[in-house]
């Protein structure tokens, strides 16, 4: 099958939790985390950090029901710093484009959006993040970073995570390829 080839480096694996979706007319979704990924890319001089989630089975649309959430510690002191989330373009039924948001828990704000790397009938996502954002001195810093799976349609639950740190986050090349 044609397609294209991204290399991340493995933060994280999760087995199958959920071997059946949740029952028609359950009012619930179980999306099911299966791996986690970053990796450093560099673009016009700018760094930016991009995460990679696969869940199990391949939703017909990016937004929903699969919600993911990457959250950074960066401090270590263990509590989150930032939050990465996938979320509709203008909010629900809106704009029908997923981006990805850059949350500042010390400001309180939305710091960045930008597009969310994904696609129709697809179980990879992948997030980027420019490395501005989360105001770290160099590249190589170590942050605790784990990633959440979310019923994003009907009930907002956690349904899955992954645990990726401590990390320190280096610089990988950017690959591409066919399979
Ligand atoms: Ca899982």
């Known amino acids: 099958m044609a397609g294209t080839t991204e290399v991340f480096d493995l933060l994280g694996t999760s087995p199958l939790d959920y ?13 099911d985390l299966k791996s986690f990924g970053a990796r450093v890319i560099q673009d016009s001089g700018q760094y930016y950090l991009q995460f990679a989630l696969a869940t199990y089975g391949e939703p017909a649309e ?47 704000t939305t710091v960045t959006t930008a597009y969310t790397d994904c696609d129709m009938d697809s179980g990879v996502v992948a997030m980027t993040v420019p490395f501005s954002a989360l105001n770290l001195p160099d590249l190589g810093y170590p942050m605790n970073i784990v990633a959440y799976a979310i019923d994003d349609y009907f ?25």
């Open 19 to 31: 071997p059946s979706p949740a029952p028609p007319g359950s009012d619930y979704t179980l999306t």
């Open 62 to 108: 990016p937004n929903y029901p699969v919600g993911l959430d990457v959250e950074i510690d960066t401090s270590g002191d263990g509590v989150a710093d930032y939050a990465v989330y996938t979320i509709e373009n203008n909010g629900f039924a809106a704009a029908g484009q997923s981006v990805t948001q850059v949350y500042d828990y010390t400001a309180n």
């Open 155 to 179: 009930t907002g639950w956690v349904t899955d995570v992954i645990s990726g740190g401590p990390n320190e986050i280096l610089y990988t090349q950017e690959f591409r390829g066919s399979t």
